[in-house]
């Protein structure tokens, strides 16, 4: 029997090598990239274009429900969203939609305006629109590092009037919108079959 001969291998450092400088970094950047990737495509799976279809047709259009009804709930949903129970707005939705008899799944849905980017918008909007019940006792919004409990306690009640006033209003813009599209979408149906 021959001797088996030693073969020498001899290994190619790459870039994803733990021993090269940076390459832990690269492949945690790799990891990385590789679960946002997966993050969006579930996101963008979960809200496809037929789930979102079938969303409008199974609670928007449904033929089961009457249109004020609808309306309705899509305004409860946003009123309640915009009304300062922060961590309740949905919970309660869904009990006055019981109360109501409106559409559970819609007033869910449309309490859901007071997402985190449209936070700041809500709460300057409630503080401007405090400022008119308020009249010459409003104060001006005035952006400081230095927010304390006075400060806080000085312009509860006209963001608390404003919150209300604009729940109310931006509930019935709500609701008077859906109320329009559904009659312009059955219209359009009719006239098509």
Not at 58 to 77: F, T
Not at 97 to 117: D, E, M, Q, T, W
Not at 120 to 149: D, H, Q, R, V
């Amino acid at each position: 029997m021959k001797p088996v001969a030693e073969e020498k291998v001899v290994l190619q450092k790459d870039s994803h090598s733990p021993d090269i400088k940076g390459g832990r970094v690269k492949i945690a950047l790799n990891r990385l990239r590789f679960f946002v990737r997966k993050i969006c495509n579930a996101i963008l799976v979960f809200f496809s274009r037929e789930r979102v279809k079938a969303f409008v047709n199974n609670h928007l259009l449904n033929k089961d429900q009457k249109d004020e009804m609808k309306a309705l709930s899509v305004g409860l949903g946003v009123f309640m969203g915009i009304l300062p129970i922060w961590g309740f707005q949905m919970v309660a939705g869904i009990f006055f939609a019981f109360v109501l008899r409106l559409n559970k799944v819609l007033v869910a849905v449309f309490s859901h305006i007071s997402f985190p980017p449209m936070i700041p918008l809500i709460i300057f909007l409630s503080y401007k629109m405090g400022g008119l019940w308020l009249g010459s006792n409003a104060m001006t919004l005035s952006f400081s590092s230095e927010i304390s409990m006075e400060v806080i306690k000085n312009n509860f009640w006209q963001y608390l009037y404003g919150s209300i006033s604009l729940a109310i209003v931006a509930g019935l813009v709500a609701a008077t919108i859906t109320y329009l599209l559904l009659k312009t979408v059955k219209r359009k149906e009719t006239s098509i079959a």
